[in-house]
């Protein structure tokens, strides 16, 4: 309660499903109780089906909720007048856009709707936000390009530069990073990541890059099971959390490194020594094709050994034989064909 | 919007507006000085000046006959054209048209109704029901689709299940039409078909006087509507996120559509094709997706249309006509099947 004062978003006994009457409506999740402050990146993570887009639609007043409460800056959110809201809360759908004759600046300038009169028209100051929106996501260069003749993650930032000017504390956003390269992945969790430092907003965003998330989040809202854990992503690390998120799938996570791996029917125990890149990756590499790393292990072990010229060999030990190889590769074709009867 | 709206493109856009400013002009006086009957040019002018022609029958000629019928399908081609791209809008659909909601259908069934129903309530000795007893039927009958489209959009969120419900209405309506057709008598049923067809020869000079405010009200609502329209581009989401109510602007839209495409079939008939291929005409020539802009080329540009089909219709220098509704076909065909393959992306039009 201490921090009350810096939360602009937050969620309480919140239930969420279908829209319908009776049999009709169906419960997808309950009991959410989260909160987001004001210049935080909060990335909202959960399995397919869980109910995270129901829950940013329910956020954005899209969709009533069953149960529950969503405040935003102290106010909830169903007592806001619609231009009220959309200047309180702006939206990115998983929607694909695609109109004729749309210019990249037509479509940030749509974030201008709920302060314009009506007629639409821009005066000289909407006009100097949509401009600065533009440059803020980097696209000044395309702003006269139709927005069907576009890259996907282009099209995202022109998404995401329309909220910024529409000005909103709060910026709710739904898997904005789907379909995009890596290269586009990071670069739009740091824009948001920007924004929300740089610009004091509240960014909400669901997403499935975890990896990438966790490095530009102040928070994680995460959807397990039965309730929604939230904290700083090192929090949900040390609190087992993520590793609960798949726990009924073949995926463990690794909470010292913060890795995902599926798990694999260990079909043999090896040692391992040596030291450095060269040991972890060999570890890798080693439990990738169904070792279970054991130092005591006594039949079967390698000795990663790092040369004067910097090279790296590999010496595989089994009773009574020694064997070199050259690369990781060569290691793991012979351990995988050679040995695996041993 | 108006931030890419660079001093080049606006002044596009002035002169755009300009030509088919003149080109409406054009035509129109194009429109009242040809017919079947030749009259002296310096005749008509001297008519339109108020002045007494050199016969009388001339001056109920031009200003009975050929104005007003000028003025409906300058009228008739606005109203048509801008429901069209409103209904393409709100459905996000380049095939929809002024007719999607079934109001066409509905105007049909009074109609017939009236006509064809006519001759089973006076058995004998009938003469074909009055001018006004058609229109108020068929405005009825568009009315009452209209209702019932409304009372399901307020139940129904997607708007796709009210296309497909307008759509639904539409063929019950045709089928009552066609149940009704199979019982009457041949004249009856000639005059029903003749209504059909279409006329844009129909509107009386006292008729105009509610013809004209019905489309004039009908445009002012449209034209007040491009905000919203341009939010609605972007889907219902979208459009809520950015403040808009939906259920008033269907509302708003749906009613200016009804007054419009309503109002046109009741005086006019079923004018097809129009509506569809219209927007995206203007779509092609502004290359703006800007309702602001959008719909002022729209209404100049089906009033251009329609006049040329009105003019090519009464085949000058001829004693016939063509039935109007047959040439909207054969002139807004080839245009959507030449956007279709001039874009690729016909999906991708609105």
Known sequence: ?342 | MCVSMVPVEKQKNMLLFLLLGLLTVGLFTASVFTGSVHIPVSEIARILAGGEPLRPEWKTIVLDLRLPRALTALLAGMALSVSGLQMQTVFRNPLAGPFVLGITSGASLGVALVVLGYSWIFTAGHSLPGNWVLIAAAWLGSGAVLFVIMLVSVRVRDIMTILILGIMFGSAATALVSVMQYFSEEAMLKSYIIWTMGSLGNVSRTQMQLFLPAIAAGVTISLMSAKVLNALLLGESYARSLGVNISVTRFTVFISTSILAGTVTAFCGPIGFIGIAVPHIARMITKNANHRVLIPATILTGGVLMLISDIISRLPGHESNLPINSVTALIGIPVVIWIIIKNQKFSKMV
């Open chain 1, 1 to 342: 309660m201490s921090n009350k004062n810096t939360e602009m978003l937050s969620v309480t006994g919140l239930s969420i499903g279908y829209p319908g009457r009776g049999k009709e409506q169906g419960m997808i999740f309950s009991g959410i109780d989260a909160t987001a402050g004001k210049g935080e990146l909060v990335a909202l993570f959960g399995r397919n089906g869980v109910g995270k887009s129901t829950l940013l639609r329910n956020i954005v007043n899209l969709q009533k909720p069953i149960e529950g409460n969503i405040m935003v800056s102290g106010k909830e959110i169903g007592r806001f007048s619609p231009n009220e809201l959309a200047r309180t809360v702006s939206f990115v759908s998983t929607e694909r856009i695609s109109v004729n004759n749309l210019r990249v600046t037509d479509m940030v300038a749509f974030g201008r709707f709920p302060y314009t009169g009506w007629t639409g028209k821009l005066g000289k100051e909407d006009s100097a936000v949509v401009e600065k929106a533009v440059q803020m996501v980097g696209l000044a260069h395309l702003s006269h390009k139709n927005i069907n003749h576009i890259s996907d993650g282009e099209l995202q930032r022109v998404m995401i530069a329309r909220t910024l000017a529409q000005d909103t504390p709060v910026i709710v956003l739904d898997e904005p990073t789907a379909f995009l390269d890596l290269p586009n992945k990071y670069e739009i969790v740091h824009l948001l990541g920007r924004m929300a430092s740089e610009n004091n907003k509240t960014v909400l965003f669901s997403t499935h890059d975890l990896g990438i998330a966790i490095q530009e989040a102040d928070k994680v809202w995460l959807m397990l099971e039965e309730h929604l854990a939230e904290g700083a992503p090192e929090d949900l690390v040390l609190e087992k959390s993520f590793g609960s998120m798949f726990s009924d799938s073949r995926l463990t996570f690794n909470d010292s490194t913060g890795e995902f791996r599926i798990r694999k029917m260990t079909k043999k125990k090896i040692g391992i020594t040596g030291s450095g890149r060269g040991l972890s990756w060999t570890k890798k590499a080693l439990e990738r094709i169904g070792f279970e790393i054991d130092d005591n292990a006594s039949n079967l072990s390698v000795n990663v050994v790092r040369e004067n010229s910097g090279k790296f060999k590999w010496e595989l030990h089994s009773p009574g034989k020694v064997k070199e190889y050259d690369s990781v590769y060569r290691l793991c074709s012979d351990l995988k064909t050679g040995f695996s009867n041993i």
